[in-house]
């Protein structure tokens, strides 16, 4: 079974600043990757996402990832945050060509942006 | 366009009283999950569908029952409400694998 780490439940960082919210995962399989932001009291939306092709994701709002293969990780990050940016994320890992498609959830990071 | 619409927004239950939460997507996604997210628990799969009148247990499927007997709705039933079953549940669709999550805002539900 798949599953998802989060590794940091909390990141505080300054406006302006670069930062860097971790995710691995472990499957046996091949495997789709996603990031979702959650805004306090609404559902989450979709970051960004890979499938396949190149490593290197973009996303909305200036996100990007890079899948690491051999590492089994998926790191988000931004060269420069806005408060904006406050929000709970949540890696997600979806199984390729299972039944159902179910997708697995991290148990999220909240990123706190101060000014 | 809507996209995916949950009812209610908020609840309070009293242990062992029952409940349906309704979701609805406009998008003629095939597949629907409901989740529920707990602090530091990330989001948990409860139930999922992949078509009109089918269901499947996800990770936490007790306490809880599903319909789907139309594309567009999936229910989620609690048919003894317990104290555990406190939480934000949030419905989601999906069109095709590898497509991303389509989220509602989510239900707030109390059981005290």
């Known amino acids: 079974a798949q599953s998802v780490t989060q590794l940091d439940s909390q990141v505080p960082v300054f406006e302006e600043a670069p930062v860097e919210l971790r995710c691995n995962y472990s499957s046996s399989v091949s495997v789709y990757l996603f990031w979702y932001v959650q805004y306090p009291n609404q559902g989450l939306q979709l970051l960004l996402k890979?499938?396949?092709?190149?490593?290197l994701v973009k996303g909305i709002n200036g996100f990007e990832a890079e899948f690491n293969k051999s590492q089994t990780s998926f790191h988000l990050r931004k060269p420069s945050v806005h408060i904006s940016d406050t929000a709970e994320y949540f890696c997600a890992v979806s199984r390729a060509n299972t039944g159902g498609f179910k997708t697995i959830f991290g148990a999220g990071t909240r990123l706190f942006v101060k000014a | 366009n809507a996209g995916v619409t949950q009812t209610p927004k908020f609840r309070v239950l009293k242990t062992g009283q029952s409940m349906t939460l309704l979701c609805a997507q406009d998008?003629?996604?095939?597949?629907m999950y409901w989740y529920r997210q707990d602090p530091g628990m990330g989001l948990r799969l409860i139930h999922y569908s992949v078509g009109e009148g089918t269901t499947a247990k996800g990770e936490v499927p007790d306490g809880y029952n599903v319909s789907r007997l139309k594309k567009q709705n999936f229910l989620l039933g609690l048919e003894s409400a317990a104290p555990s079953q406190t939480s934000v549940y949030f419905c989601?669709?999906?069109?095709?694998?590898?497509?991303?999550?389509?989220f509602g805002n989510g239900t707030r539900l109390t059981v005290t």
């Open positions: 890979y499938l396949s092709g190149s490593t």
């Open positions: 989601a669709s999906r069109s095709q694998e590898g497509s991303p999550l389509h």
């Open positions: 998008m003629n996604h095939e597949y």
